[in-house]
């Protein structure tokens, strides 16, 4: 799989932005999905994570309430709302794609087997 993801930029504090990730292959609906983040000087860290159908997701505790992960597998697309968002939202996002044969989503790094390019995201105060 091939993950482009899209939709970063620059947002004053309390804003919103919307990404998306478009997979390439004919596959997707045979990955679980995850939205990771790695801010400068830091390691790279959970966000979201949706399974294979859609039908369970888990959030990192820091974006809950504020981010909303969701897939439409018709158009090989995952996407991140993100609200309200603050400058520790600062960071360079990644979608990650997980060949799994369960229908659960994944929380870690290690797990994932395909990686975008990566989109900037900058929250200013």
């Known amino acids: 799989e091939q993950l482009v993801e899209s939709g970063g930029g620059l947002v004053q504090a309390g804003g919103s932005l919307r990404l998306s990730c478009a997979a390439s292959?004919?596959?997707?609906?045979?990955?679980?999905m995850g939205w990771f983040r790695q801010a400068t000087g830091k390691e790279r860290e959970f966000v979201a994570s949706?399974?294979?159908?859609?039908?369970?997701?888990y959030y990192a505790d820091s974006v809950k309430g504020r981010f909303t992960i969701s897939r439409d597998n018709a158009k090989n697309t995952v996407y991140l709302q993100m609200n309200t968002l603050n400058p520790e939202d600062t960071a360079v996002y990644y979608c990650?794609?997980?060949?799994?044969?369960?229908?659960?989503?994944?929380?870690?790094?290690?797990?994932?087997?395909?990686w975008g390019q990566g989109t900037q995201v900058t929250v200013s105060s």
């Open positions: 292959g004919r596959t997707f609906s045979s990955y679980s």
């Open positions: 990650a794609a997980d060949w799994t044969l369960v229908n659960l989503p994944s929380i870690k790094v290690t797990d994932y087997d395909y």
């Open positions: 949706i399974s294979r159908s859609g039908g369970l997701i």
